[in-house]
């Protein structure tokens, strides 16, 4: 029972998007001990973790973006209709990060940083 209360507080607190959040630090140093596995990383359970932190992240950012715009704000990118990117753009996106700032960034704010470049708005 004190863990449940425990645990309601928490997430009063602290928002869940911020619990989801992985330090750019982290991400990297898993996924180049997954690049150093060659085939063999995809028998890791790091192989899936960061594929669905990184889908976990597109899906906030669109629904940020499209939120900004419903509400009739500007918003920071201009993304196509269908966007494609590679493992390498996503590892760009993160190397970009510089490394004094990889362990206060989370993965979500370098993809939006990389989206803003990538997509600028026109006005």
Same mark, same amino acid.
Do not use: H
């Given at each position: 029972?004190?863990?449940?209360?425990?645990?309601?507080?928490?997430?009063?607190?602290?928002?869940?998007?911020?619990?989801?959040?992985?330090?750019?630090?982290?991400?990297?140093?898993?996924?180049?001990?997954?690049?150093?596995?060659?085939?063999?990383?995809?028998?890791?359970?790091?192989?899936?973790?960061?594929?669905?932190?990184?889908? /976990?992240?597109? #899906?906030?950012?669109? %629904?940020? !973006?499209?939120? @900004?715009?419903?509400? *009739?704000?500007?918003? =920071?990118?201009?993304?196509?209709?269908?966007?494609?990117?590679?493992?390498?753009?996503?590892?760009? /996106?993160?190397? #970009?990060?510089?490394? %004094?700032? !990889?362990?206060? @960034?989370?993965?979500? *704010?370098?993809?939006? =940083?990389?989206?803003?470049?990538?997509?600028?708005?026109?006005?």
């Amino acid at each position: 029972m004190k863990f449940r209360i425990m645990f309601g507080a928490l997430l009063a607190v602290v928002p869940l998007s911020s619990l989801l959040a992985m330090p750019v630090s982290t991400f990297l140093q898993k996924a180049e001990r997954l690049e150093k596995k060659g085939p063999l990383a995809l028998f890791s359970g790091d192989l899936k973790l960061l594929t669905n932190q990184i889908k /976990a992240d597109f #899906a906030a950012l669109r %629904s940020e !973006r499209l939120g @900004t715009k419903a509400a *009739g704000k500007p918003t =920071a990118w201009c993304p196509p209709e269908k966007v494609s990117l590679t493992d390498k753009d996503v590892m760009a /996106a993160m190397r #970009a990060v510089s490394p %004094s700032a !990889r362990a206060q @960034t989370d993965t979500r *704010g370098a993809l939006r =940083a990389m989206l803003i470049r990538r997509y600028p708005c026109k006005s």
